[in-house]
């Protein structure tokens, strides 16, 4: 992904449950995320989450309901100026907007 989307800057892998230690390695390595998303992505080890230091643009991760208080502040501590939890609602899995009249019009059309 790194070398195939090296200007991304928002990465929202929430509800992924195959994110492993290994993804969260190569995902350290995009340079110039600043939002990353991984809530509810249970299945990332607690200790992963410090490779995500090696990410000098990152500023916003979101893990909204994987781990307790206490990796919270351990996070907070060990990404400086990287805010947590800021945005509690995921745009993964939500319907787009935009151009819903032709949508719409499309669907009654069909009957």
Known sequence: MASRCPGLVELDLSDAQSIRMMSIEAISHLAHVQHLGLSRCYSVEAESYELLSNMKALRFLDIFSIYKDE???????????VR???YPFSSVARPTVGRSEEHTSE???HH
Not at 71 to 81: I, K
Request: hydrophobic residues 55%.
């Open 71 to 81: 990796l919270v502040d351990l996070l907070t501590a060990l990404l400086p100026g």
């Open 84 to 86: 947590l939890n800021q």
């Open 107 to 109: 669907l009654q059309s």
